[in-house]
């Protein structure tokens, strides 16, 4: 019995939408496949940041505030780091530190992330099963003005400050899709793209080799891919979204967010779109390109709102497939 | 005009002899020379426990309770790791990894330690001079009845316990003494032998090639070599020094040091030994070796303790010149 939900999550709104559908299905029916191409080499730690943000979410032990990292963290590392000359663009807590000194490890001694975030999975109590998108190193670049820019040298370093002409994805042409994600796609009766970066936490992940074929297999099969804007009143609720959007001469929108999937992902792949009330009047543009179209309130600023929107999302699948029988 | 101090040091009881000798004299007249031999890889981290115990104890730094690491420390990193299935058995503390996280990095920018210590010592505010014995990859291996361990698994892992058989230091072929060792110590009119193990603490300094000839041939130019004994009563402050010289079949004692250090540096090189006033009775023995004899408490509890003792070595080293002359 195909029952599964498979959510493409990127960090910190993927990481709440996801938290949402953990906690309005049942916990064991939901895979959560996220971006690695954020994942980076910094001070010997090997760092996935949107892992590690959709993980400490699911576990409840996120960062409330900043939406990463860890709640009541410690910064002493950090302050004696910098101290002494060390960098200090990127973030790290103490307790954060734990994590990436362990995974660092362990990749080192060839344990596969996909097996290294099972097991820390265990021990931070998440049920929901969380995928990387790929055990095999991939990584994004942003092409700007200034030159190519690893992700988060543009992302935090930079302050995505440079005018983007551009992504690369690296790595693709020996990278598999993570044990699991191929199986856990063919077992989807809901696939839930996250309302994350379409250009740098969505695409990566629908690059991997394979991925996208997956996708247009179990929607052929039956299997409903629907969409949630990242993109509210011509905004990104967080990073860059929108100003890429702008850079590569596109009016940042709902609309233009829809569109972007069809394209990536083909006409006919995504059966539904949540776009934001505040953007109601592009429901029938929307609807234009052959998408079903659910306005609510898609600003995530309370475990509540998290839930009621996973649950909107549930039903809005269930009312699809109802109007198709 | 030869008026340097050199101190060859270890880890805690090296490192309060140290401060105490930068507070009786000109901290600029001091140099320490510090044992690398125990320093390993860990976490990815490049950890030089003597060095840090060093230069942390100088700047007034260091955890007045354990004798290594930094006071006012957190522990949530650790525990984070652990937590996740991480080693628990050698203890890093938040601020201490900072330390290490940015020595490492700058290793791997191709930075030597004996400059990565220089700038540390600039920021923590230390105005002795501290090199490390080399710049070289120089590590002692405890020959053991369970086979051959390195140091830190034979001393923190395995807690000193399986019974030694020797030594061997790693890596001598090829390692030179850190820039600065060698100018030292023809500058020197005083060296003094911390209060360290003779076997993995000081030992190892001595087999870094030259650094052996260049204390022979200062003292044979004037210099005075002055030992201050690790061993109080038969037994040692801090760590396996004792247990060693038993499983090696020689009693403990502040005799036994004497003997080992003429038997390393050669008869008539160790001008004076400072032994403890519970082991008073063995100073004729000592003196039978040709070596003047000091006796003082020996146990530095407190700051002033160090200061004290610092500064009857600096005496008893005038004393040792004016009977000369």
């Given amino acids: 019995m195909k029952n599964r939900i498979v959510a493409l999550a990127g960090g910190v709104g993927g990481a709440k939408m996801a938290d949402g559908l953990a906690r309005a299905a049942d916990p064991e029916d939901l895979t959560v496949i996220v971006n690695t191409g954020d994942d980076f080499e910094h001070l010997g730690l090997h760092?996935?940041?949107?892992?590690?943000?959709?993980?400490?979410?699911?576990?409840?032990?996120?960062?409330?505030?900043?939406?990463?990292?860890?709640?009541?963290?410690t910064w002493n590392a950090m302050a004696s780091l910098v101290k002494l000359g060390g960098p200090d663009w990127f973030q790290l807590g103490d307790r954060d530190l734990g994590t990436h000194l362990q995974r660092t490890q362990l990749l080192k001694e060839g344990v596969p992330l996909s097996e290294i975030t099972r097991r820390f999975c265990n021990v931070w109590g998440v049920?929901?099963?969380?995928?990387?998108?790929?055990?095999?190193?991939?990584?994004?670049?942003?092409?700007?003005?200034?030159?190519?820019?690893?992700?988060?040298?543009?992302?935090?370093?930079?302050?995505?400050?440079?005018?983007?002409?551009?992504?690369r994805i690296a790595g693709l042409e020996s990278a598999r899709p993570a044990p699991g994600v191929l199986e856990r796609l063919e077992e989807a009766e809901l696939i839930v793209i996250c309302p994350s970066n379409p250009w740098v936490s969505i695409f990566p992940i629908l690059e991997v080799p394979g991925i996208k074929k997956a996708l247009g297999a179990v929607q052929a099969a039956g299997a409903l891919i629907l969409t949630v804007t990242p993109i509210i009143g011509g905004t990104a609720v967080k990073g860059p979204a929108a100003k890429m959007y702008t850079e590569l001469g596109i009016r940042p929108s709902a609309f233009a967010v829809a569109a972007h999937y069809c394209r990536v992902l083909g006409a006919g792949r995504v059966a539904g779109f949540v776009l934001d009330e505040v953007d109601?009047?592009?429901?029938?543009?929307?609807?234009?390109?052959?998408?079903?179209?659910?306005?609510?309130?898609?600003?995530?600023?309370?475990?509540?709102?998290?839930?009621?929107?996973?649950?909107?999302?549930?039903?809005?699948?269930?009312?699809?497939?109802?109007?198709?029988?």
Same sequence: chains 1, 2.
Wanted: net charge negative; hydrophobic share 35%.
């Fill in 280 to 325: 109601a009047a592009q429901a029938a543009q929307i609807q234009s390109l052959g998408i079903q179209t659910h306005i609510s309130k898609t600003l995530m600023l309370s475990a509540e709102d998290r839930v009621r929107l996973a649950r909107e999302i549930l039903e809005f699948g269930k009312r699809i497939r109802r109007n198709r029988n």
């Fill in 127 to 167: 049920r929901v099963e969380v995928l990387p998108m790929s055990d095999d190193p991939v990584s994004t670049w942003v092409l700007t003005e200034t030159g190519e820019l690893p992700f988060q040298e543009y992302f935090v370093h930079q302050r995505c400050e440079p005018r983007v002409s551009g992504f």
């Fill in 47 to 73: 760092i996935c940041p949107d892992l590690d943000t959709v993980c400490y979410t699911l576990a409840g032990i996120a960062n409330p505030e900043t939406g990463w990292g860890l709640r009541d963290e």
